[in-house]
């Protein structure tokens, strides 16, 4: 029978020719990734000494300190300094630290490629189905059995077919097209389903905005985001001299529970407005919303594409009076190519603050927390209650297009009125 991508991934993964949606299978994983949030952790690192366990194949691996990086106080600090040990002692040698965050730097870095089962203890480990891969979070309890058998047992996901055709218009990015997606999907509307975006638009998708897409499907409640590989895959990952992996696609015929069409011409500067990431509306019918913060940065906003984008908006320009402008490169990587690109000049000099790369303000644990009664328009992909500090503090979720427009008006503003 006929077969989605999702099944053709997670049916190498099981080692078998076939499997579709609903069925439970027993997965091979390619490659597992801990992030420095160390409650679980330590629960992981105890039970693994308890077993006298060891990691199944520590190559396989990678752990990244990047929520609380730099240490905002003693007690982040001690979790960044067992994380590190942590891998130390179990022989995982690919420990990053002050690289960014995780996801920016498991694609970077080439701990994923095309076909692969990649898991995560990070709920945004979706992001890397934009290079082909069958990528979701898992709690750590599933992770102390990864970790120790390299295996982990799955419900096939049923696959949801968004597709986008035509062109995006000026003003509008990736954002836009995963806020509208999740608009329409609800932020549970795909619970344990896959997503699998095609058509036009993502054909034409840099990298970088793929990624921005398959971050953020998990906000719609997906198990996984994923786009089929191609030659902007196959570029992106020849640059970065990444093993060109098993590129899959689904068959003609394939069962889909859900099949959704988009134009992209039709779409306009959006945002999600406190405090769901699926109340998402046009920025330009939102009304007067006064700002106090604007950030750009994260593993949903942060990518050179952002920055770029971001910086075309601000030459010349400069951020409103009283208005904070944060900028958080999502990696180490991708500061240094907007350094040597001057792109964070551009916006140092429109008044932002260039960040340490990190999770930081995203999660509203330093770098960046709002105060009671502020507003931010973040470029990140959760507004929830408290997300970015204070819980009588507002999310807007926009590109960062509309983000680097709202800082020059101080109002949630719609990028094409500068463009
Ligand atoms: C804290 C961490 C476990 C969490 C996640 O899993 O997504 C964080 O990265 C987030 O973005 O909320
Ligand atoms: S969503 Fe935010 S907190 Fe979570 S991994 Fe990405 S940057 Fe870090």
């Not at 058998?149 to 000026?170: A, C, H, M, N, Y």
């Not at 097209?177 to 932020?187: F, S, W």
């Not at 054909?203 to 499907?217: Q, S």
């Not at 910086?311 to 350094?339: N, Q, T």
């Amino acid at each position: 029978m006929p077969m989605t991508i999702s099944e053709k991934l997670l049916a190498r993964a099981a080692g078998k020719q076939e499997v579709h949606g609903g069925e439970i299978i027993q997965a091979k994983v390619d490659k597992a990734m801990m992030d420095d949030i160390l409650g679980p952790r330590i629960e992981i690192a105890e039970k693994m000494e308890l077993l006298g366990a060891k990691v199944w194949d520590p190559e396989r691996v990678t752990i990244i300190s990047d929520h609380y990086t730099p240490p905002a106080n003693a007690t982040q600090a001690e979790i960044v300094k067992f994380t590190r040990e942590w891998a130390c002692a179990n022989g995982v040698e690919h420990y990053y630290e002050f690289a960014g965050p995780c996801h920016q730097v498991m694609v970077e870095k080439g701990r994923v490629s095309p076909g692969e089962l990649v898991v995560g203890t990070d709920s945004h480990t979706c992001m890397y189905g934009a290079l082909g891969a069958f990528s979701t979070g898992i709690g750590s309890t599933e992770m102390l059995g990864v970790l120790v058998t390299g295996e982990i047992w799955l419900k096939v996901p049923q696959s949801i077919r968004v597709r986008f055709d035509g062109t995006l218009p000026e003003g509008v990015m990736a954002k836009d097209v995963a806020l509208r997606t999740i608009g329409t999907v609800g932020h549970s509307g795909a619970t344990y389903r896959a997503l699998e975006f095609c058509g036009t638009t993502f054909e034409a998708m840099p990298m970088d905005e793929r990624l921005c897409m398959t971050n953020m499907a998990v906000e719609a409640g997906a198990k996984n985001g994923v786009i089929a590989c191609d030659e902007i895959t196959r570029a992106y990952l020849r640059e970065r001299g990444i093993p060109e992996g098993e590129a899959f696609r689904s068959d003609p015929g394939a069962d889909y529970l859900e099949d959704l069409s988009f134009s992209a011409g039709e779409l306009a500067p959006l945002c999600a407005c406190p405090h769901e990431v699926d109340n998402v509306t046009e920025i330009a019918n939102v009304g007067d919303v006064a700002i106090h913060q604007a950030y750009i940065g994260s593993c949903t906003g942060g990518r050179y594409h952002d920055l770029k984008a971001a910086a075309r908006l601000l030459k010349g320009k400069k951020i409103a009076k009283g208005i904070r402008l944060l900028v958080s490169p999502a990696s180490r990587e991708v500061w240094e190519a907007c350094d040597r690109d001057g792109i964070l000049t551009t916006l140092s000099e429109a008044g932002a603050t260039i960040l340490a790369s990190s999770c930081g303000a995203c999660l509203g644990v330093h770098s960046g927390a709002i105060g009671a009664g502020e507003v931010c328009v973040s470029a990140t992909n959760r507004n929830f209650i408290g997300r970015m500090g204070s819980k009588y503090g507002d999310v807007y979720l926009a590109s960062p297009l509309s983000v680097a427009a709202s800082a020059v008006t101080g109002r949630l503003t719609d990028p094409r009125t500068m463009l």
